[in-house]
């Protein structure tokens, strides 16, 4: 036997069987809320999304939606069914940020459709609401922005752009084929390229050829011979290797030179085919970065006193170089300082080598440095010449703040 007591939108139902037991439960009627919810997830068709988030039983702000043009609504609305969840929008809340999402794009794929001038489309692709992924498009200078701005006007379909998704893949499309002389990209054996991401120089002197001076040169995966050296000669430019990029010496000549102050060069590995008693990276030029690097040589037998003289790096001179963040070995000696040289040494991993460091009359500092297995003869060399005053002062202290270096005084 079943009794009904009612109050508001809950049921106290009570349940008697032919036994002793007697239990109530409470059954909560839906609100108005939730059967226009309810609408809204069943809805299959655009008139019948729009009829559901129109009922003011709803509860949305429809302040934006309101403003817009019939056709717009209709897009909103097939939105809301596009993006849909399987289990349908668990929430007025949901359906209120997926609508306030759906009104933004519109707007702002009207805007862009809209657009007749270059500034027009970059502040309609700049939008923020728009949703777009500007990642890559950040990155350009002010005039390559401009071009892709120009090409999405050219390249745009005669109905216009017809989704936020069509938008984004021609922006990506535009931004790897145009050319940035701040941004120049190489790959490894590429021919007739002219820069671009989507068409590339095959070698990195085109690379740096081609660049601004402030701009990067973006070495793409792959393995680059060198056979003659690589100089490096516009002030303030950085060479990015990507993941992958292997520059491979096959000549008895340094691998690169750098000759023009505030040079960086991040991410590259570099190795030989037999030792070469050269450096890998002569630096001439003041407020040099070389950071994330891996320079190694070929095997060479043992003792290590009769390796061929090969080095990952030699300053010739020069204030402020800072050498981060690298790793060097199997190699004669990781770095030769040369006198008067100054910046910091910090963070770099130096083993199977037979002078990590090798300072010559330099003010270098160091910190943070360690030391891999099979371990170096000396991880720090002080060689005659060089100061018997800071930063060399306190041997110990210089051990502990790396790794418990070894040092060689030969002061």
């Not at 120009?150 to 938008?167: C, I």
């Not at 984004?168 to 084929?177: G, M, P, R, T």
């Not at 491979?248 to 070469?276: C, E, K, R, V």
């Amino acid at each position: 036997m079943l009794e009904h007591k009612k109050r508001k939108n809950v049921q106290q139902v009570r349940v008697t069987c032919g036994c002793t037991n007697t239990q109530i439960v409470q059954v909560h009627e839906p609100t108005p809320a939730d059967i226009a919810l309810a609408a809204v997830n069943a809805a299959t068709t655009v008139p019948e999304m729009r009829a559901a988030i129109e009922n003011p039983l709803l509860g949305l702000d429809l302040t934006e939606y309101n403003a817009l043009s019939e056709a717009a609504k209709n897009d909103v609305a097939q939105q809301l069914l596009d993006n849909r969840p399987a289990l349908g929008y668990p929430s007025v809340a949901s359906v209120q940020a997926a609508l306030d999402q759906a009104v933004n794009q519109v707007v702002g794929l009207a805007a862009v459709n809209a657009a007749t001038t270059v500034p027009e489309m970059r502040a309609a692709i700049e939008n923020p609401l728009l949703g777009l992924d500007l990642t890559e498009y950040n990155a350009l200078s002010e005039t390559a922005k401009n071009d892709v701005a120009q090409q999405l006007l050219d390249d745009r379909p005669a109905l216009g752009y017809p989704s936020v998704a069509s938008v984004q893949a021609a922006l990506d499309q535009a931004v790897n084929q145009v050319v940035d002389l701040d941004n120049i990209y190489v790959q490894a054996g590429a021919v007739g390229g002219n820069g671009s991401r989507a068409n590339p120089f095959g070698t990195i002197p085109q690379g740096i050829a081609a660049v601004n001076p402030g701009g990067t040169v973006h070495i793409l995966s792959g393995t680059y011979p060198i056979t003659s050296t690589i100089v490096v000669n516009k002030p303030g430019i950085t060479l990015k290797g990507e993941p992958g990029t292997l520059l491979f010496l096959q000549a008895d000549t340094i691998a690169m030179l750098i000759t023009a102050p505030n040079t960086t060069i991040d991410g590259l590995t570099m190795t030989s085919d037999i030792p070469y008693q050269k450096e890998f990276i002569q630096i001439g030029g003041n407020n040099t970065t070389i950071i994330n690097n891996t320079i190694y040589g070929p095997p060479q037998a043992l003792p290590m006193s009769s390796w061929v003289v090969n080095r990952a790096i030699v300053p010739q001179g020069g204030l402020a170089i800072s050498v981060m963040n690298n790793t060097f070995y199997s190699l004669r000696t990781g770095m030769y300082i040369n006198p008067n040289v100054t910046g910091p040494i910090n963070n770099n991993v130096v083993y199977n080598t037979k002078g990590g460091f090798l300072v010559d009359g330099a003010f270098t500092t160091f910190l943070g440095n360690s030391w891999g297995t099979p371990p170096n003869e000396f991880d720090i060399v002080l060689l005659a010449g060089t100061t018997f005053g800071p930063p060399y002062d306190n041997l110990a202290l210089l051990s502990a703040l790396n790794n418990n270096a070894t040092i060689s005084d030969q002061r």
